[in-house]
Nanobody, 122 residues
């Protein structure tokens, strides 16, 4: 059963940084595309970033390009999302999930965890 667990969220001031972790349980991440998504109150879940399981290619939504970095450590069965220069509009619950390919469509992903709350506020 594909299951992922997110951690690393918290409260941070604008301009601050956080690193989120996504750990796989019961399967190996190697070969899977892993996507990070976020959902703010009253809004739909949106794709933030994805890392390919084939060649390590990375993808970002325009609003986070240059500020967020996705990476994977297959030995630790973990994918990270380094978030720098955080803005109040980044406030959301962040989720990770697995898929065969990087796509922004949430329906092709599996293994959704409970998410981790990120709050950017002064």
């Amino acid at each position: 059963q594909v299951q992922l667990v997110e951690s690393g969220g918290g409260l941070v001031q604008p301009g601050g940084s956080l690193r989120l972790s996504c750990v796989a349980s019961g399967f190996t991440l190697d070969g899977y595309a892993i996507g990070w998504f976020r959902q703010a109150p009253g809004k739909e879940r949106e794709g933030v970033s994805c890392i390919s399981g084939v060649d390590g290619s990375t993808y970002y939504v325009d609003s986070v390009k240059g500020r967020f970095t996705i990476s994977r450590d297959n030995a630790k069965n973990t994918v990270y999302l380094q978030m720098n220069s955080l803005k109040p509009e980044d406030t959301a619950v962040y989720y990770c999930a697995a898929s065969g390919l990087c796509k922004w469509n949430t329906h092709v992903y599996d293994g959704w965890g409970q998410g981790t709350q990120v709050t950017v506020s002064s």
